[in-house]
């Protein structure tokens, strides 16, 4: 997978990609970086990329010129339609269902404003997808795209060996995780509960399930409400009748 992103602060993003699990996934092949820098592309004499806001107001907005022609730059070497994800409070708010679907594309383009924002026109032009991180404002769009290269990046097939599994992740199954224990056995006096020494798997398992479902009704009731809705507790069997009558009687009463 390919992501290609529009900053101002180009190594702010590659710093950020090139460590951990996300460096060995480029080791490896399976995702490639390039930063492309918004300035290189000015025709300012003086190299500028902001100005100031029609009608007035605080800050500085960038310029839709120097951001168009860095992305026009990119337009020619990745397929036509290639999503173009705008990084804005203003956006839908990410979240573990959107990296999954991202992950599927071949390519994806990031924009990262900076200053109080960017000349409107631009965004028209060419972003395809507004996201959000949060409801809070940053300084620049670099950290959620970071955010965003880093959560789709370990869904894509290979970028997580078989022990960091994204199987059991928190949302994977629309629930947070379970509390998990490693050694020593007891530390601080705290031990860790005794039916996961049990070595029975089923009995683990539930106990893992009941851990999640009880961790996300307290702290995330909007997901356990959604979670609930999916999984139906199963209603309690109910006694076979006796046959009675016609056929289709009974039929309606199981309705
Ligand atoms: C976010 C956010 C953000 C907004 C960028 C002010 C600079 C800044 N981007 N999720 N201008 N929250 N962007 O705060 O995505």
Redesign the pocket.
């Given at each position: 997978m390919y992501f290609h992103v529009l900053t101002l602060f180009p190594d702010m993003i590659t710093q950020g990609v090139h460590t951990s699990i996300l460096a060995r996934a480029m080791e490896r092949g399976l995702i490639s970086l390039e930063a492309v820098n918004i300035r290189d592309y000015t025709l300012n004499k003086h190299g500028r990329v902001d100005d100031y806001p029609y009608g007035g107001g605080a800050g500085m907005l960038m310029q839709a010129q120097p951001i168009y022609d860095a992305w026009a730059s990119i337009r020619d070497r990745v397929p036509e339609g290639t999503r173009v994800l705008h990084?804005?409070?203003q956006?839908r708010t990410f979240d573990q269902k959107m990296a999954q679907e991202l992950a599927q594309e071949e390519h994806l383009i990031l924009l990262c404003?900076?200053?109080?924002?960017i000349d409107e026109r631009v965004l028209e032009e060419i972003v395809t997808d507004e996201?959000?991180?949060?409801?809070?404002?940053?300084?620049?769009?670099e950290l959620?795209a970071m955010i965003v290269i880093d959560a789709v990046s370990r869904m894509i097939p290979g970028v997580l060996s078989n022990t960091e599994s994204p199987e059991t992740d928190s949302f994977m199954n629309g629930l947070l995780e379970y509390p998990q224990y490693s050694r020593p056995e007891e530390w601080h006096g705290k031990k860790v509960p005794p039916i996961l020494l049990s070595g029975d798997h089923a009995k683990v398992d539930a106990w893992r399930l009941e851990q999640s479902l009880e961790r996300t009704r307290q702290r995330r009731p909007e997901l356990y409400e959604a979670y609930m809705l999916e999984h139906p507790p199963k209603p309690p069997k109910r006694r076979r009748r006796r046959h009675t009558g016609s056929g289709a009687e009974e039929a309606r009463e199981d309705v």
């Open positions: 990084m804005t409070p956006g404003g900076h200053y109080e924002g996201i959000s991180v949060g409801d809070y404002v940053l300084t620049g769009g959620p």
